[in-house]
């Protein structure tokens, strides 16, 4: 079964700053991946995906996130956080159908 | 485009009671997923259904149920709630054909709470 594990569960960081979120996949076969964004009260909004191809992603709100296949990685980055970047980010893998999501990483923007 | 639709929002139930939530797919999606999002376990993978049929179950006791109509349109059910059947449960929809290719876009959710 392909998994995914996102490292720390929290993140803070300046508005402005760079935000940077971890996620190490595990699979036997080239994998799906994408990353999610959940804001309170509400469902997951898709940030990115990985199929096949260009192993640099953009996605939407400035955020991108790169397939390094030799680290088993898909770190998403964005270059300057923003106060509405406040939220909580999975990190998902598609598996039969169904998607695997990591444990997520809650991040929080500083005035 | 409408998005994914879920029915009711809110919930409350006790103990013993059994529980039929609803989602409406974006229109021509025919793969309807259920997840449970709860603070301890995270999010977990209910089921999928594609026209009609399930394809794919996760590790859930046989009181988790669903269904899916020939309108795409899909109910999940529980029985005999327990406390810990508490969480969001999250219904996304997609247009896959070839396993894994496609994004799944989710409804807003239905909060439930077991008393």
């Known amino acids: 079964a392909q998994s995914v594990t996102q490292l720390g569960s929290h993140v803070s960081v300046s508005e402005g700053a760079l935000v940077l979120l971890r996620c190490n996949y595990s699979s036997s076969v080239p994998p799906y991946l994408f990353w999610y964004v959940q804001y309170p009260n509400q469902g997951l909004q898709l940030l990115l995906k990985?199929?096949?191809?260009?192993?640099l992603v953009k996605g939407i709100n400035g955020f991108e996130a790169e397939f390094k296949k030799s680290e088993t990685s898909f770190h998403l980055t964005k270059p300057s956080a923003h106060m509405s970047d406040a939220a909580e980010y999975f990190c998902?893998?598609?598996?039969?159908?169904?998607?695997?999501f990591g444990a997520g990483t809650t991040v929080t923007v500083r005035a | 485009k409408a998005g994914v639709t879920q029915t009711p929002r809110y919930l409350i139930k006790t103990r013993g009671q059994q529980v039929t939530l609803s989602c409406s797919p974006i229109?021509?999606?025919?793969?309807v997923s259920w997840y449970q999002q709860t603070p301890g376990q995270g999010l977990q993978f209910l089921f999928e259904?594609?026209?009609?049929?399930?394809?794919n179950k996760g590790n859930f006791p046989g009181r988790f149920s669903g269904r899916q109509f020939s309108n795409s349109r899909s109910e999940m059910n529980v029985s005999t709630l327990e406390l810990g059947d508490s969480a969001l449960y999250l219904c996304?929809?997609?247009?896959?054909?070839?396993?894994?290719?496609?994004?799944?876009?989710f409804g807003p959710g239905t909060r439930l709470t077991v008393l």
């Open positions: 996304a929809s997609s247009l896959v054909r070839v396993q894994g290719a496609s994004e799944q876009f």
């Open positions: 259904y594609f026209s009609e049929t399930q394809r």
């Open positions: 229109s021509g999606h025919r793969s």
């Open positions: 998902a893998v598609s598996d039969d159908y169904k998607l695997s």
């Open positions: 990985y199929t096949t191809g260009a192993t």
